[in-house]
């Protein structure tokens, strides 16, 4: 048994693979990667299945885009076997901004076509397979938003469009107003953060057929890291189903419950470490039985099902 290695997001030929690679973290503690770094860390990417790669314009305090755009300047691959994926519409007080007075969100459409050519600019590209709204808007004006995104594609910058943390009924809204279909709704979801799983956006998912990408998908580390009562519930419950199936690897097995779910999740795996992510990939050929499944679940909410 092995879970699709890769995943339609529409009808038009365009696929991610079933893993992503977030580069959130590049940056992270002062890091300064090189571009030849970042173009070992696509090919190491490449070679573990990980073809498509999450990015965000605020990523690294606006600096991320760039960072990894030099790498893949330089990098030999062909554009095309990659997906580069993007959000907008968060605007950071920073100095990278300083017309940001206070933290906000822009989903005009001046915003969105402004905010798509500079991430091309950054990445070195000049489409993005997928662009994200970042965050639902409480001004989104879901006319004008509409238009913005539809110009971005009609220009050829960009192949789909996604959203990140919206509720099903933000989705069907901007869904109103566009002519194609809203690809994909990035959320949290882990074997620390259960809560989507009865909120309804893995259901409205479903429905409309459209696969969630996943952020944090170890809880951002604290499955590890993580000191509290339920942290150590879940890591035994993890340590027993991976005993039960010989997998000594507890983020293979948390990567594995997000994976058994009908819905047709697509985690983004947050560590940029090659054996780390090896371990993850791994959860390709792990198929959690239903009972191990729910057993996991009593752990992260700390009780059986009613
Ligand atoms: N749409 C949104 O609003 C949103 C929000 C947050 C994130 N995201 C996206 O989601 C991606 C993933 O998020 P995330 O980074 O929070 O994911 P995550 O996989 O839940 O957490 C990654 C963290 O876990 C640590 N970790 C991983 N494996 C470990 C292991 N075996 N032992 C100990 N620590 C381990 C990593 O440390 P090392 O780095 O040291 O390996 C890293 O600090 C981001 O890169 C970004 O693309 C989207």
């Known amino acids: 048994m092995s879970y699709e290695k890769r995943i339609a997001l529409n009808s038009d030929g365009l ?14 503690q002062g890091a300064k990667p090189t571009a030849s770094e970042v173009a070992r860390l696509i090919d ?3 070679d573990l299945g990980l073809t498509s790669f999450d990015h965000a314009d605020i990523y690294g305090n606006y600096g991320v885009e760039a960072a990894f755009g030099a790498g893949l300047a330089g990098w030999s691959g062909k554009r095309s076997s990659i ?3 993007t959000k907008c519409d968060i605007m950071l007080t920073s100095a990278e901004r300083p017309d940001n007075r206070v933290k906000h969100y822009d989903t005009s459409a001046a ?4 905010s798509v050519d500079r ?33 971005v594609v009609k220009a050829g910058k960009v192949r789909a469009i996604g959203v990140s943390n919206f509720t099903p009924s933000q989705i069907d809204l901007l ?16 074997v620390m953060h259960s809560a989507p799983l009865t909120d309804g956006s893995l259901d409205h998912a479903q429905r409309l057929r459209y696969a969630p990408m996943i952020w944090s998908p170890l809880g951002g580390g604290s499955l590890f890291t993580g000191t509290g009562e339920q942290d150590q519930r879940v890591r035994n419950a993890l340590q027993t189903v991976g005993d039960e199936i010989g997998v000594a690897d507890i983020s293979a097995i948390a990567i594995a419950w997000l994976l058994r779910h009908p819905a047709r999740l697509i985690p983004v795996l947050g560590s940029l470490k090659r054996d780390r992510l090896a371990r993850m990939v791994s959860a390709l050929d792990i198929k959690l039985e239903r009972q191990q499944w729910f057993a996991i679940l009593k752990a992260s909410t700390g009780q059986e099902v009613a």
């Open 175 to 190: 869904a109103s107003r566009l002519p194609f279909p809203v690809v994909t709704n990035q959320i949290e979801l882990s």
């Open 44 to 46: 190491e990417a490449i």
């Open 15 to 28: 696929t991610l693979s079933r893993l992503v690679l977030g580069a959130w973290r590049l940056l992270d």
């Open 119 to 151: 991430s091309l600019k950054n990445l070195h590209t000049d489409y993005l397979d997928v662009l994200l709204l970042h965050r639902p808007d409480p001004l989104m004006d879901a006319d004008e938003t509409a238009e913005g995104l539809q110009s």
């Open 111 to 114: 915003h969105i076509k402004a």
């Open 83 to 85: 997906e580069l994926i």
